[in-house]
């Protein structure tokens, strides 16, 4: 690994233990929706929400679609869901779902909801966990040997986003912090 102060160690070691709930080796392709249904997840969307009023289906889809990417919960039956944007790309909603996954290995666990969902529970708004899950998330779907192998092939920022249907985005966050940049 080019890099190896702790963070990364601590990052790409949590990516690794994330892929193996699910029996993924560190070089092998990771479909965020597959990987959620892996491990329980229903993915869904404001309109699949029962008793979402048309008037927050319309804060949420149009009015304030910019707004938010996505969220986990805890439905009152014990389901756990990720809720996604309707309105983003397939490579913001397969970020989206692993930032969410993240937060749920690292422990950011839920609180009971004062938004007014009776007895739905979501976390509270920690810009120190959001970095944390959307780091892990990352190195869980992009592992520095899969990216590795990606880099050996010379593949650009472009072509490796089209590969594993994510963003240009993520794909350069995730060469810069695994110091695979340098090699690109």
Do not use: C
């Not at 890099?3 to 160690?9: A, I, W």
């Not at 149009?62 to 389901?79: E, F, H, K, M, Y």
């Not at 992009?142 to 092939?153: A, S």
């Amino acid at each position: 690994m080019t890099k190896s102060d702790g963070f990364t160690r601590w990052l790409e070691g949590n990516a690794q233990g994330m892929r193996q709930l699910v029996g993924l080796g560190p070089s092998e392709r990771l479909v965020p929706r597959e990987f959620a249904e892996a491990l329980y997840y229903t993915i869904v969307f404001p309109a699949d929400i029962e008793g979402l009023s048309p008037g927050d289906l319309v804060q949420l889809t149009q009015v304030d679609s910019r707004g938010w990417s996505g969220s986990s919960a805890i439905l009152p039956n014990g389901q756990p869901v990720v809720l996604l944007n309707p309105t983003d790309s397939v490579t913001r909603n397969n970020i989206t779902i692993m930032e969410e996954l993240a937060h749920d290995y690292l422990g950011h666990r839920p609180s009971l909801s004062s938004a007014g969902t009776a007895n739905v529970r979501q976390r509270d708004f920690s810009k120190s966990n959001e970095k944390q899950a959307y780091a892990l998330g990352a190195a869980a779907v992009l592992p520095y040997r899969r990216l590795e192998n990606l880099v050996q092939r010379r593949m650009q920022v472009s072509e490796i986003a089209d590969v594993e249907e994510l963003s240009r985005s993520v794909v350069t966050y995730r060469l810069n912090v695994s110091g695979l940049g340098r090699a690109a």
